[in-house]
């Protein structure tokens, strides 16, 4: 009986060896494949560039011009367009501004930005100066508060100057958060907009055979650029007397002033 019971334990013993080196085995493993996955984080991570990250507004200037405009400050670490201070009276130029220091083509960029209620603004790309507004040439990812704006604003005579003949005092699908500003129009039922004045997030993706607007995680919106179909709504609609509109495929990113309050931060880009 007690030879039985030696093997018994001999043999459990054998086996919880066993079972002990396949867990090292195992935790070895796991612990170079988790290695290995913060190294490719890092390398991700070292792959963006902060335009802006709540510290330094380094190569910001206004559209067309060398400097800030009155307005655009750091408060608490965000980009903040105030527009109290916008309103100086011995400041003449635009006050839509542009990451001046150099020029994005194929790109991931990604920010987070909140609005007043009833307030209006957009994130700019392929930003070409000389002309008398960026929107001009350059397409836009459109920021806009949806749900109030058009019982604020007045609509009727922007949407007659678009040729719509019903429903004038509405705010249209082309125009609304995520847009490709007059162009394209984003899924209605995957907009998922976080209340006014809490932060949400948008991320565009530009490369010449597809364009990706997100909103909040959620992709919303996707064409692509300079095909048939871009250059029949390009002609056709509000950039029918604008000939250089979306047409450069290299430039500045910007954001724009209308008038309203707005606050962006975690400015980031990635070449793509």
């Known amino acids: 009986m007690k030879r039985t019971l030696t093997s018994v334990l001999l043999v459990l013993s054998i086996i919880a060896c066993k079972d ?13 494949a988790l290695e290995n996955n913060q190294s490719e984080n890092q390398i991700n991570d070292g792959d963006w560039q902060y335009l802006f990250d709540g510290t330094s507004l380094d190569g910001w ?43 994005f083509d194929n790109f991931e960029l990604y920010l987070e930005w909140k609005l007043p209620e009833g307030g209006n603004s957009g994130i700019l790309y392929h930003i070409k100066e000389g002309y008398s507004a960026p929107y001009n040439v350059a397409p836009e990812y459109q920021l806009i508060d949806d749900k109030n704006y058009e019982k ?35 899924d209605p039922d995957k907009i998922q907009l976080n209340p006014i004045g809490e932060w949400n997030s948008s991320k565009i993706v530009f490369t010449p055979d597809n364009v990706e607007h997100w909103l909040n995680g959620i992709k919303v919106l996707s064409f692509v650029p300079w095909d048939e179909e871009w250059h029949k709504k390009k002609n056709s609609g509000k950039w029918e007397g604008s000939p250089d509109y979306g047409k450069f495929k290299t430039g500045f990113i910007g954001l724009q002033d209308h008038a309203s309050p707005i ?9 793509l």
């Open 20 to 32: 002990s080196d396949k867990s090292r085995k195992q935790v070895e493993e796991e612990k170079v």
């Open 61 to 103: 200037r206004a559209y067309n011009e060398e400097q800030l405009p009155p307005g655009w400050i750091i408060e608490n670490e965000v980009l903040t367009y105030n527009t109290e201070l916008g309103l100086e009276e011995d400041y003449t130029g635009g006050r839509d501004i542009i990451y001046g220091a150099e020029e």
């Open 152 to 186: 604020i604003h007045d609509l009727t005579g922007y949407n007659k100057s678009l040729g719509h003949t019903e429903n004038l005092s509405e705010l249209k699908p082309l125009n609304k958060t995520a847009s490709d500003y007059s162009m394209h129009a984003p």
């Open 263 to 271: 606050w962006f931060r975690n400015i980031k880009i990635r070449r």
